[in-house]
């Protein structure tokens, strides 16, 4: 049997609207001395920013509570108890979570 032809492309639906209102990204990464970690909200709802090491473990909470529609910058430096290494900033906005690895040199 011979198949021509086939495309097999991503299905694109609400999750994938909601991660591009969200805009949910990390500047400059790889850090080397601090970053900024930033979103959009497009109306006021629970979020929640933390920052796990690369085996799961919690190191800090950047921000947690309801936050009203707008743009948030939060910087976060070494003093945050980021070594050398492999991070994980995880951005949960109501029932959607939304992750990005963060280097640090």
Not at 36 to 51: D, G, H, P
Not at 54 to 81: F, M
Request: hydrophobic share 35%; net charge negative; proline share 2%.
């Amino acid at each position: 049997i011979y198949l021509d032809d086939i495309n097999i492309s991503e299905v694109t639906g609400i999750e994938d609207d909601v991660a591009n209102s969200i805009r949910f990204n990390i500047y400059p990464n790889p850090v080397e001395e601090n970053t900024v970690l930033y979103f959009n909200l497009l109306n006021k709802q629970k979020a929640e920013l933390n920052i796990y090491d690369i085996v799961g473990r919690h190191i800090n909470t950047i921000v947690s509570g309801e936050l009203n529609a707008g743009e948030y910058h939060y910087s976060v430096s070494e003093k945050n108890n980021l070594h050398a290494g492999v991070y994980l900033a995880t951005l949960t906005v109501g029932k959607q979570r939304f992750t990005k690895k963060l280097v640090v040199k």
